[in-house]
């Protein structure tokens, strides 16, 4: 599928894959898309950044690599490491069958037949759909070495091979990368991209979000959901409900045959919104009361 031609064309490619955005990010991501520039998605946890490469993958019909970002990560998970098994065995193989030609040898074993390429060096490779969709998710977790490193990448979508030579993307692929903020990411990288802040979304937009991914949920419950999620980003938690949780909580309840909130069914299902056993003492009992009590008085309003 062709890239969208405007902002509008991009609403509703996000729209077909049952993602509800807002116009800022089809802007965003409609220029992302035209100038070949990569996306950087900074946000709380669960607010739908990950999901719009997903998005991409699908409705564009390309290949999604995603590369996982977690501390220590290097350029051998990353980019390309060596078989060295494999070359080890076709080393001695080759001198029990009497070669000594250690030139023809070293080019054999450092051939690409012993190369395991990674999520960036895949990024880089022709495909017949089109360039990949690269998902660089949760940059925040590497460090600042792999920051630098993905720079020089980012900046001329290349990567060098010292026993193969460079290898050049003929077309850059459509990078999206994530962060949930856990730590500042170096401006130099940011300026390779295009930036968008992904918040919670009003009550009026999760509404929606939850009609789409939750079609069977009585309308009643809801709108009640939604509001008591959004009362509950409001309280001084640990970590706040993302969108993500507002649906696996929307799914429970609708498995539950809920029609509507009450405290004893809120209590029971706190674990379904909330990650952390502080946050669930601090909410649960009494709170949950409250809660709903100011929930119900605004929906009345």
């Not at 509800?20 to 709380?44: I, K, Q, W």
């Not at 390309?62 to 220590?72: D, P, S």
């Not at 977790?141 to 460079?166: C, H, K, M, N, Y």
């Amino acid at each position: 599928m062709d890239l969208p031609k405007s902002i509008d064309d991009t609403l509703t490619l996000l729209t077909g894959a049952d993602y509800v955005a807002d116009r800022s990010l089809a802007t965003v991501l409609f220029l992302s898309l035209r100038m070949g520039r990569p996306l950087f998605l900074e946000g709380e946890a669960g607010v739908g950044k990950t999901e719009i490469a997903k998005v991409l993958s699908v409705t564009l019909g390309r290949r999604l690599i995603r590369l996982q970002c977690y501390e220590g990560l290097d350029v051998s998970s990353a980019v390309y490491e060596w078989n060295y098994a494999s070359q080890m065995m076709a080393i001695r193989l080759s001198e029990a069958s009497g070669e000594t030609d250690r030139q023809r040898l070293e080019g054999d074993v450092f051939s690409e037949r012993y190369l395991v390429k990674r999520p960036l060096l895949q990024a880089l490779e022709p495909a017949t759909e089109g360039p990949p969709v690269l998902l660089i998710d949760e940059l925040d977790r590497t460090d600042e070495a792999f920051e630098a490193f993905l720079l020089e990448i980012l900046s001329d979508f290349q990567v060098t091979i010292p026993e193969l030579g460079t290898v050049r993307a003929e077309h850059p692929p459509i990078v999206i990368i994530t962060s949930n903020r856990t730590r500042e990411i170096h401006d130099a990288l940011k300026r390779r991209c295009l930036y968008h802040w992904v918040g919670y979304p009003d009550a009026a937009r999760e509404t929606e979000i939850v009609r789409t991914k939750v079609p069977g949920a009585p309308e009643k419950l809801t709108s009640e959901i939604v509001a008591f999620v959004q009362k509950l980003r409001k309280e001084d938690l640990f970590k706040l409900p993302g969108v993500a949780e507002t649906l696996d909580w929307a799914g429970a309840l609708h498995e539950l045959d809920a029609v509507a909130l009450d405290p004893s069914l809120v209590n029971d299902t706190l674990g379904v919104i909330l990650k952390y056993q502080d946050d669930i003492e601090k909410v649960g009992g009494a709170k949950v009361e409250q809660l709903l009590a100011d929930m119900r008085s605004e929906l009345r309003v």
